[in-house]
């Protein structure tokens, strides 16, 4: 098989303020996996250049927000040939996670691409990520994320599946997966909501997964904070997410009050510190936060002591949900049943076969699964939307708050994300923004009487009027 890589920016719609940092724009590159005998997939074209492959050592790039720019894959049209069609996966520019674009980028052209070049097909290439022999142990989770979604992409476009259905049957579906599931174009089941950790069955197999998801709201003042609120909720929103970790917890105390105050009752609303506090800080404040309605705080404490976070855990009045201390399976193991929820992340954990991999360790614990994400486009989130009938909480809007998303098929935008009955991930290139015209300039009235008439300008001949 042959991997291609293109590399854009994703530009947020407004700054988000995190404890430890301002986000305004991240890279992202996105992964194609296509079959040998395939024609190359289609990259987009920044003005001027040409598309990035893996084998030229090229790399384009898009201005941030991709105004000027196609988005990836923006010159395709679904195949309608199975066999030329390519998957795709994104792996995003991450300091949290200590990927940058190019590093990605490097890995993926340098170690996954010669991998997947020994590989005719998707299915055994799956196998080799699944039981670790694809990619070296030292692969960033993030890249090994992308290019699990690019094959799961890829697999369920040449057998006709959505990737919730190739799923079905983990652990190790592929030898099963066949071209017997639906056609490219079936008609495709409606989105079935079932409960928490409960697949949705409808008479033809396993429904499309949709879930409620929580929406974020940045550290920001109080008022505005209640104002976003408001609006979320009108758009359909029923869970809020809202960041906290200030200089003076004071403030994000008073920041909830004023959110719980401007929404109805049944709006559920989350806290994430993003381990702004210490365990004795946490111990003092959650009681506080649990008085005001909180449903579930995300990792309070630092990342770093998995057992403080467990103590804390037990006497807490509030359930809470471990993400920077369990990045992998062997981090669910050890907290399995001594938290409330585990955060899987599929760029923080590997992709969608290590999250299930922690799904089934949690199985049992009394420990929920939340499903999160990083900012990112829908390309990269939709893998997740397809485990969602696997969680208790999830958080699934990264894409949302883009200023442009490149990508869509998993809506949020209504408070609930949605996978498609489509073959693959579901996900097709969103049309390029339209630019903002530029406001006509105004012409200013006359401040006083014309004294005389003023010739219209004609063709000029030696700088004067003809």
Same mark, same amino acid.
């Given at each position: ?49 040409? #598309?990035? $492959? @893996?084998?030229?050592?090229?790399? %384009?790039?898009? /201005? ?5 720019? *196609? =988005? !990836?894959? &923006? ?112 008609? #495709?089941? $409606? @989105?079935?909501?079932?409960?928490? %950790?409960?697949? /949705? ?5 396993? *429904? =499309? !997964?949709? &879930? ?114 369990? $990045? ?139």
């Amino acid at each position: 098989m042959r991997l291609t890589t293109r590399t854009t920016a994703l530009r947020l719609h407004s700054p988000l303020r995190i404890s430890r940092s301002v986000m305004t724009h991240r890279d992202a590159v996105c992964v194609a996996v296509s079959l040998d005998h395939a024609p190359p997939p289609g990259q987009p074209r920044t003005p001027g250049g040409g #598309a990035g $492959a @893996a084998g030229s050592g090229s790399a %384009g790039r898009t /201005a941030p927000g991709g105004a000027t720019a *196609a =988005p !990836p894959g &923006a010159d395709l049209h679904p195949p309608p040939d199975p066999e030329a069609a390519a998957g795709y996966g994104e792996v995003v520019g991450s300091r949290y996670l200590g990927v940058a674009a190019r590093q990605a980028v490097r890995v993926l052209r340098g170690q996954a691409g010669p991998a997947l070049a020994r590989h005719a097909r998707p299915e055994t290439a799956l196998e080799a990520l699944r039981t670790g022999r694809l990619l070296p142990p030292d692969c960033p989770p993030s890249v090994a994320a992308a290019v699990d979604s690019a094959l799961l992409d890829l697999l369920g476009k040449l057998t006709g599946q959505p990737v919730y259905r190739l799923l079905a049957g983990e652990p190790g579906p592929w030898a099963a997966a066949s071209p017997g599931g639906p056609s490219p174009g079936a008609s #495709a089941p $409606a @989105a079935v909501t079932a409960a928490p %950790g409960e697949a /949705a069955v409808t008479a033809d197999g396993p *429904a =499309p !997964p949709a &879930a409620v998801t929580a929406r974020t709201i940045g550290i920001t003042g109080a008022a505005d904070a209640a104002d976003q609120a408001r609006r979320l909720v009108a758009q359909g929103f029923t869970v809020l997410k809202l960041k906290a970790g200030t200089a003076d917890p004071e403030e994000d105390l008073h920041r909830v009050a004023a959110v719980r105050g401007a929404v109805p009752p049944g709006v559920r609303l989350l806290l994430d510190p993003n381990g702004a506090w210490t365990p004795s800080r946490a111990a003092a404040l959650l009681p506080r936060f649990a008085e005001l309605g909180v449903a579930a705080v995300e990792q309070p404490t630092a990342p770093g002591d998995p057992e403080a976070l467990a103590r804390l855990a037990a006497r807490s009045p509030v359930p809470l949900i471990a993400d920077e201390d369990a $990045a992998g399976v062997d981090d669910a193991r050890r907290l399995a049943g001594r938290v409330q929820g585990i955060n899987i992340k599929l760029a923080k954990c590997g992709g969608v076969q290590q999250a299930l991999r922690i799904c089934a360790a949690l199985a049992g614990s009394g420990t929920g699964v939340m499903l999160g994400c990083l900012t990112a486009s829908s390309l990269s989130i939709a893998p997740a939307v397809h485990l969602a009938d696997r969680a208790r909480w999830v958080d699934l809007d990264g894409h949302l708050l883009l200023a442009h998303d490149p990508w869509q098929g998993i809506g949020g935008s209504d408070g609930t994300v949605r996978a498609s009955g489509r073959p693959g991930l579901g996900v097709t290139p969103a049309p390029a923004p339209v630019p903002e015209a530029a406001p006509e300039a105004a012409v200013p009235e006359p401040s006083g009487p014309v004294s005389r008439a003023v010739p219209e300008a004609g063709p000029r001949t030696g700088g004067r009027p003809a």
